[in-house]
């Protein structure tokens, strides 16, 4: 049983490093994208085709991708970037390149859910365009946001299990390796359990928290 | 002072135009309730909107004290707006903010200090009677408890003018007659030109100094609320005013006439006094007294069934004693 606690302890603490960093890099990246593909519409406050336009077209290609398509495709840009392509840290580079783009849509629709009244109004305050964002926009979507990053949480734990199996580290890996190849059932499933309560955990937490922020 | 000068406004998608003002032209006085009113489409949230060009103006100009709103650049436009206050019909308050913080928005917005916000915010709680509410959230407060708020709001900075698009709207009569009274006072106690626009008729007799009648984009008539409600200019504007046209068709519609009573006129007994003077009938189909901002406009619609020559007549003496009397139907 020690054998077991320790070889699961330091697989879920890389878990948890390559998960809540990636989530930093993602939310760092994808509010800002999906802010800018929300305010860049036709009729929004900072209407621009071209940057809307690409900027779209972006995202659904990279979330067109399988995550591990994208892993392999992208091992270049993760070398330069870390120096090397193995490594819970390497793994970092595939998960925000897939996360990010996912999450901006999540932004894009939770800023979309903002009524159009409260945006006009502060136009009529004479608010500027960051100000809208940063005041109006930004507290009027948190709940929808908070929403938003859980699933998005999820979804990098659920990618960070394949980067794992490729040489990331953390929980899914140990599973594979020990639990499938070595066939010790055992780990297996107490991985899978941790992964399982993990997931039950962050999204009721969320959901926790997203009610009391909401206050419609 | 707002001047609107030949203002039109166009909306095109593709090859679909839809004229929504056609060339208006309006002079506003400092300090007056000026009211805007006119059937659904008419083009009323148009013209309030190109105001704060909240809405862009295809052609013409407006001027807010002499400064042309129309060709301001980015940011005196955004320094504009915030003298200009304004009320919606959905309220437009920040769901996720408090009471307090909903009314301290424009003051963060021009990155006042917040001791000075939290005083000025607190004026206005007292002012529209909210003080208790203040750190409830919209969702909390009842629809007129949030057009308070909003009009706090857009209070808070001091602004010269308030504009409101149908700010009652969406609420009940008793509701809505606090709302006016509260704009009235605001009126009265700071000199805040209010421009407000409804489709409601009471809401003007109620609290608008002067009306402008709008239709299909144009202004069929503006001026003094009394003198535009008791002498209409215009056949649509009687049309539009004057609810007690409607009459009973199985009637006899021979010699009827509408005659309005102003406050110089109303309480003399010059009825009585027509049928003893000029030896006459009068049939009386329907009447009501009307107060328009506080003043008593009497309607009657009668019918008289003499010649020519004495209608003539009667119509005389009625103008001597201050009564306008119309022809609705002479068969
Ligand atoms: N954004 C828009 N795009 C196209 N047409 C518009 C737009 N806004 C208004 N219109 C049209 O302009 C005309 C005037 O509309 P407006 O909203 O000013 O009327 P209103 O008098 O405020 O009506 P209501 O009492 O229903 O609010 C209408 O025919 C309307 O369909
Ligand atoms: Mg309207």
Redesign the interface.
Known sequence: MNDIIALIIPSAIETLYMVFISLAFTILLGLPLGITLVVTEKGHILPNRVINFILSYFINITRSLPFVILMVFIIPFTRFLVGTTIGTTAAIVPLVFAATPFFARIVESSINEV?W??I?????????PL?IIL??LI??A??SLVLGVTITIINILGYSAMAGVVGGGGLGDLAVRYGYHRFQTNLMLITVLILVILVQVIQSSGNKIAQA?N?? | MIKIENLSKVYSKEDNKVVALDNINLFIEQGSIFGIIGLSGAGKSSLIRCI?R?EEPTTGNILISNVNVSNLSTKRL?????N?G?I?Q????????TVFDNIA??L???KVPKTEISKRVNELLELVDLTDKANS???QLSGGQKQRVGIA?ALVSNPNVL?CDEATSALDPKTTKQILDLLKRINKTFGITIILITHEMDVVKEICTHVAILENGQILEAGNTIDVFSTPRQKATQDFVDQLRVLPTSLDKDRIFSLSFTHNSAGKPLISKIIREFEVDINILSGKIEWIQDKPIGKLIVQIKTDMSTLHLIQTFLKENNVKMEVLNYE
């Open positions: 009524d009244g409260v006009e109004a502060s136009i009529a305050m004479g608010a500027s100000q005041k109006a507290p009027e948190m709940s922020i206050k419609k | 704060n909240i955004r320094n504009l707006r915030k200009i304004m919606f959905g309220f437009n308050l920040l769901s996720s903010k928005f424009p963060k917005l021009s959230y919209p969702s709001r504009l």
